[in-house]
């Protein structure tokens, strides 16, 4: 199935099979549940567009680019056991919640990565998840009202980019390991209750690029054996206030 030019979904709709948004087509939905194939396409500079309002669900298949989709509402990556591969930029203006299980950015065409950039007031939530890369990947949380959170045990293996926003741990037990290589830009803040971890890297071979401050509100624990340094001819500083540790890191 094609949208042409401009169409909506709403209601609950399951989608089983493909759907492809030709370029500039714009399709808005609502009240969406992805268990096949939904495509935002593109033809030179014209591309195809989705726009995600209201409560939508992705459980299984792929969503695919290298057009945009557009998250304005709740979008649900998971809970399920079937593949999910998220093979497109993802605008994330609202909250994105990636929750239970295995789940793929990117895909085998370098052309397509597998892109969820949060801005704004946007929400990145990870609830019991394990996020992989199946090609080019990359998550970026930007902006001092943007939010990457986390409850349960999750692990971040994408590279990722974090600027001027803040990290959040929430929930007893809480677990959260960044196990890829990471970028963190301008003040940044950590927020790990009692009880809870952040693990920075599994191990030194990680590289962690501190551009700026992180600043951490920890009652919990922080373990980093990732590879902390500042880019060249720049200074990090990081800055714990629960044990009232600042290190600052220069290029050398």
């Known amino acids: 199935l094609r949208v042409r030019r401009s169409g909506s979904l709403e209601g609950n709709v399951e989608l089983g099979g493909t759907l492809r948004v030709a370029p500039g087509a714009i399709l808005v939905a609502e009240g969406l549940t992805v268990r096949g194939t939904l495509e935002a396409q ?7 567009r989705v726009v995600l309002r209201g ?3 992705f459980l299984q298949g792929a969503l695919l680019g290298p057009g945009t989709l557009r998250n304005e509402g709740l979008l649900r990556i998971g809970p399920s056991d079937p593949l999910k591969y998220v093979c497109a930029t993802v605008e994330n203006v609202a909250t994105v919640r990636l929750e239970g299980g295995d789940i793929y950015f ?3 065409n370098p052309n397509i990565p597998g892109v969820l950039r949060t801005t704004g007031q946007g929400v990145v939530e990870l609830v019991g998840a394990h996020v992989h890369p ?3 990947a990359q998550l ?3 902006g001092s009202e943007a939010v990457l959170r ?3 045990n999750n692990r971040l293996n994408v590279g990722f980019t974090l600027r001027q926003t803040t990290l959040r741990l ?3 037990g809480a677990r959260m390991q960044l196990n890829a290589d990471g970028r963190f830009e301008g003040e940044n803040r950590l927020e790990v209750g009692e009880g809870m971890t952040l693990v920075l890297g599994p191990t030194r071979e990680r590289v962690l690029q501190l551009d700026g401050t992180l600043v951490g509100e920890v009652r919990g624990q922080v373990q980093l054996w990732a590879n902390l340094q500042a880019p060249e001819g720049k200074t990090g500083t990081l800055r714990l206030t629960g044990q009232g540790l600042q290190l600052s ?3 050398i």
């Open 42 to 48: 593109r033809e030179g500079q014209e591309e195809g």
């Open 55 to 57: 409560q939508n669900s």
């Open 106 to 108: 990117g895909c085998t």
């Open 134 to 136: 199946a090609g080019v």
């Open 140 to 142: 970026v949380v930007e």
């Open 150 to 152: 986390a409850g349960g």
């Open 170 to 172: 929430e929930g007893q």
């Open 249 to 251: 890191l220069i290029h």
